[in-house]
């Protein structure tokens, strides 16, 4: 079967769940993911209509209920597209280093191992950026509820900071001792997303007091941005792709999953499908109830102000924040799960310092791994707390680092040819060279984007300085190749059914 591929050279691929990528020693993850349970980790990490709801402000603000209703729509598309093509990647080359194996395999021999190199370590940054967010507004929630209640209490930012030190210390020890109850607990989150989107809208429309036209939903374009009406509707498309971010994560399961050449595409077919049903469906829900857009562009957590402006009941808004902060909770977990597999799957082929400790298991999952990105989380909390221009520039790396991982290895297909994918459970056939170009467009296209300002005018706290933290992460992931780990990256140690290349 295999023979009549191009394979990459060095290297030969995995195509079920007797030919994962797996390091050539004993120490293995186990099998303990189902494909039910693969899926909702897939889903329940994006939760699209959840997650959105923490970045509402930015679309509203560049053009009101059209701005971000069609602006979802246009960005569904945008990142189906640019998921298909990493679906048939991650088809063709399952492994839990994800993106940084497959840009190896993919990579002409002269450039892989520091192509794959500095994908392994954009990723690693990513996630960090991705943790962050999703703890922090976690920490965020909590401590609004706080002064919900309480008003007399004065939120800081070492509260804030100290709760997030929390939150990831237990999310750390649940996700490394109990991974297999974590994965039994998302298919249980899963269904609790489906659920809440549906008595979510239905308590938004039926409490609140009054409704929005449907002209003020579907067709009145407010633009408050600062931006031109033109381009505050591509700033507000850019804002929206965030509600598909995290596409990626069954990938990191690859080799705990049965099948994964199968059962990681459809998890990330039927996480962007949701995703576009359910976000686009409670926004339009969300628009018709809300009565303030100022008050929701203004709020530190959007979707508290959007529960109390609906519902105008403290009982009724803390039961929805609680739910949120569990959902948002478990996205936390997720992240946690896969930042440990690719951090324990990229020391494994010599690429992180002290790779032979960090390389090993505990209770056949990547424990010492996963501490590192607990430290990570604590060192990068300090930015919450010293500058918060700097921390909003750093999480703005997670979806900007995260298409660029995904959309490389497509680039690098139209320049070497498709020829060296193998033979894999999902294929794009003919229109893989039209997917891959679109995507690898789209994304260097909203690479720009991202960059910009989200209002104007600009000052130094409201200017947008994603790019000079992404040089920085450059910098110090060059000093990391130079120093020393140049000479001990292998790049993926491979095997197919058994035989070692």
């Known amino acids: 079967m295999a023979e009549k591929q191009d394979f990459p050279d060095s290297a030969s691929v995995a195509l079920s769940e007797k030919a994962v990528a797996t390091n050539l020693s004993d120490e293995r993850l186990e099998k303990r993911y189902s494909p039910l349970s693969v899926i909702a980790f897939a889903f329940t990490t994006t939760n699209s209509w959840v997650a959105f709801g923490s970045g509402l402000a930015v679309p509203l603000a560049c053009g009101g209920g059209p701005g971000i209703i069609y602006g979802l729509i246009a960005a569904g598309i945008i990142m189906a597209i640019i998921n298909t093509g990493f679906a048939e990647l991650a088809s063709a080359f399952p492994s839990a280093g994800g993106q940084y194996h497959i840009v190896y395999m993919v990579s002409p021999p002269s450039i892989r191992r520091v192509a794959s190199f500095f994908t392994g370590w954009v990723t690693i940054i990513y996630i960090m950026a991705a943790l962050a967010s999703c703890n922090f507004f976690v920490a965020n929630s909590i401590l609004d509820l706080a002064n919900l209640w309480n008003p007399s209490y004065s939120i800081e930012a070492w509260h804030t900071y100290l709760l997030h030190i929390l939150l990831c210390i237990i999310a750390f020890s649940a996700t490394s001792r109990y991974p297999t109850a974590i994965g039994r607990l998302g298919i249980t989150v899963f269904w609790m997303s489906l659920a809440g989107f549906i008595a979510s809208m239905i308590t938004m429309l039926v409490l609140s007091d009054g409704k929005q036209s449907k002209s003020f939903v579907f067709e009145e374009y407010t633009n408050v941005s600062g931006w031109s009406d033109g381009w ?9 792709l965030w509600a598909y971010s995290g596409a990626d994560a069954p990938t990191h399961l690859a080799e705990e999953v049965p099948n994964p050449s199968r059962n990681v595409p459809i998890a990330i077919f039927l996480t962007i499908g949701l995703g576009i049903v359910t976000v686009i469906a409670w926004i339009i829900a969300l628009m018709f109830a809300i009565k303030d857009i100022d008050a929701i562009i203004e709020s530190p957590v959007p979707i508290l102000e959007v529960y109390n402006q609906t519902l105008n009941n403290k009982v009724a808004t803390t039961i929805w924040t609680v739910y949120y902060i569990l959902l948002f909770y478990d996205i936390v977990l997720n992240l946690f799960i896969f930042a440990g597999r690719t951090i324990w799957s990229l020391s494994r082929d010599g690429g992180v310092p002290y790779s032979r400790f960090l390389s090993h298991l505990n209770w056949a999952s990547p424990v010492r791994a996963s501490a590192v990105m607990l430290a990570l989380e604590i060192i990068v909390g300090i930015l919450y707390v010293a500058s918060s221009t700097a921390y ?22 139209l320049f070497r040819g498709r020829n060296c994918l193998p033979e894999r459970a999902f294929s794009l056939g003919k229109f893989g060279y039209a997917v891959n170009l679109t995507a690898t467009l789209f994304v260097a296209f909203f690479s720009v984007t991202f960059c910009f300002p989200l209002f104007m005018p600009v000052t130094a706290s409201s200017m947008n300085y994603l790019i000079v933290v992404m040089v920085v992460g450059l ?16 790049g993926p140690q491979v095997n197919l059914e058994g ?3």
């Open 499 to 501: 035989e070692e290349y």
């Open 232 to 240: 505050a509707m591509v700033i507000g498309i850019t804002a929206c």
């Open 392 to 413: 909003n520039s750093f999480i703005n790396l997670t979806l900007f680092a995260l298409n660029i991982t995904v959309a490389l290895p497509q680039a690098i297909l």
């Open 475 to 490: 910098i110090i992931t060059a000093g990391l190749w130079w120093g020393g780990l140049k000479k001990k990256f292998t």
